[in-house]
């Protein structure tokens, strides 16, 4: 049921193929069984596997997010290599507790809008493989979380994943 699982059943769903998604229970694992060849591949994070995509230790095949990456600009996207509507990617958010007023909402909404259209901010983010959305907006985010939650509920009853 971890993210990288859920990427795994997404590519199987929509492209309409079978594998086996193996369990890790963690990144190092799968990274030393993907870079001695004991696993045929892995879906992960851009930023964990870029360095080991520049040292020639694995080769990249394509991206999950529905953009290309900066960090990746010449691997294609899923989508793009014949994955109809492939998108699975880390996202973050800010959050405050329920309840917290407006007016605060507001300014912490403000802040870190700010924050994230300074050049320096948007060139360092680039440097790690992090690509804000178009819409960094409170409403947006609410919107995008909403529509995650239904996409991923969904994959998880189709593919009968149980919690452990």
Do not use: C
Request: cysteine-free; charged content about 20%; aromatic content about 6%.
């Amino acid at each position: 049921g971890a993210a990288s699982h859920l990427a795994g059943e997404l590519l199987k769903t929509l492209a309409g193929v079978d594998f086996e998604v193996v369990p890790y229970r963690g990144t190092p694992q799968a990274v030393t069984d993907l870079t001695a060849g004991r696993v045929d591949f892995m879906v992960d994070s851009q930023t964990l596997l870029a360095p080991l995509i520049a040292d020639g230790r694995v080769r990249g095949l394509a991206v999950t997010t529905p953009v290309r990456s900066r960090l990746l600009p010449t691997l294609p996207t899923l989508h793009e290599a014949g994955v109809t509507g492939y998108d699975a990617s880390a996202w973050q958010a800010i959050y405050v507790p329920a309840g917290t007023p407006l007016a605060v909402r507001q300014v912490l909404e403000e802040a870190a809008l700010r924050a994230l259209a300074d050049p320096a901010t948007q060139r360092r983010l680039g440097e790690i493989g992090v690509d804000p959305f178009a819409d960094n907006s409170a409403a947006a985010a609410q919107a995008y979380l909403a529509a995650e939650v239904t996409k991923w509920a969904s994959l998880v009853r189709s593919a009968g994943i149980r919690g452990g």
